[in-house]
Nanobody, 111 residues
Framework: QVQLVESGGGSVQAGGSLRLSCAASGIDVRTNAMDWYRQVPGNQREYVAGINRYGVPTYVDSVKGRFTIFRDLTKNTVFLQMNSLTPEDTASYYC?????WGQGTQVTVSS
């Protein structure tokens, strides 16, 4: 049974930082691409960042230079380090691998 459990969300002021975690079970982050998406109510879910099986990251343009995706293979966990947050980053953030999604974690950035 595959489970993706996100954590690390919260409320911060603009310019602050948060680190999201996605703890995976039933799936190996070493051999599967892992992605982060976000969604604002009323909008479609948006791709934010991903890391492939070789450890190569990709980012949506709006977060390049501010967000970093990385993985800890010993913990089977993927992280999203988010710096220089803006109110536009406010959303629920979801971890995804293949067809599996986590439950999401809320990030709220106040101005």
């Amino acid at each position: 049974q595959v489970q993706l459990v996100e954590s690390g969300g919260g409320s911060v002021q603009a310019g602050g930082s948060l680190r999201l975690s996605c703890a995976a079970s039933g799936i190996d982050v070493r051999t599967n691409a892992m992605d982060w998406y976000r969604q604002v109510p009323g909008n479609q879910r948006e791709y934010v960042a991903g890391i492939n099986r070789y450890g190569v990251p990709t980012y949506v343009d709006s977060v390049k230079g501010r967000f970093t995706i990385f993985r800890d293979l010993t913990k089977n966990t993927v992280f999203l380090q988010m710096n220089s947050l803006t109110p536009e980053d406010t959303a629920s953030y979801y971890c995804k691998s293949t067809t599996f999604w986590g439950q999401g974690t809320q990030v709220t950035v106040s101005s």
